[in-house]
């Protein structure tokens, strides 16, 4: 082995550690935003449900949509119990059903929010990790 090769040889043991160094001190940011943004998107998914089920109830109600949580089809139905097992879904950052609010944005993780709610139209926001997510679902076409 002559003196380029170990220069070179040690070149590259330098270059792996300060790559493993870089490494180290980046993925547990990429974890933590990876969590946020799964987080969000359940959040997301969380949204459309609570749309599909305000749907339901408009076609259970010749198409009025519920004005606050106890509103009811003719059945008795409120809009939580036409959502999957008859509870809200499980917000991903408590772990607990969703808090739904009604005529009022959001205001914590997790939370969803119906603003407005009339039995003529509604518009969902969602609240991420930090703020008010992009989404906005509503009733209009």
Not at 15 to 22: D, E, P, S, T
Not at 52 to 58: I, M, N, P
Request: aromatic share 8%.
């Amino acid at each position: 082995m002559n003196w380029s090769d170990e220069r070179g040889s040690v070149f590259l043991i330098i270059l792996i550690i300060v790559i493993a160094i870089m490494a180290a001190i980046r993925i547990p940011g990429f974890g933590t935003l990876d969590k946020r943004r799964s987080d969000e998107t359940a959040v997301k998914a969380n949204m459309y449900t609570l749309m599909l089920a305000l749907e339901d109830f408009a076609a259970k109600t010749d198409g009025h949509y519920p004005d606050d949580a106890t509103s009811r089809t003719p059945s008795g139905q409120t809009l939580e119990d036409l959502c999957p097992d008859g509870v809200y879904p499980t917000n991903p950052f408590t772990g607990e059903p969703t808090v739904v609010v009604w005529d009022a944005d959001p205001s914590s993780p997790g939370q969803i929010g119906i603003n407005p709610a009339t039995p003529t139209h509604y518009c969902i926001k969602g609240y991420g990790a930090r703020a008010m997510l992009f989404l906005r679902l509503t009733s209009e076409q």
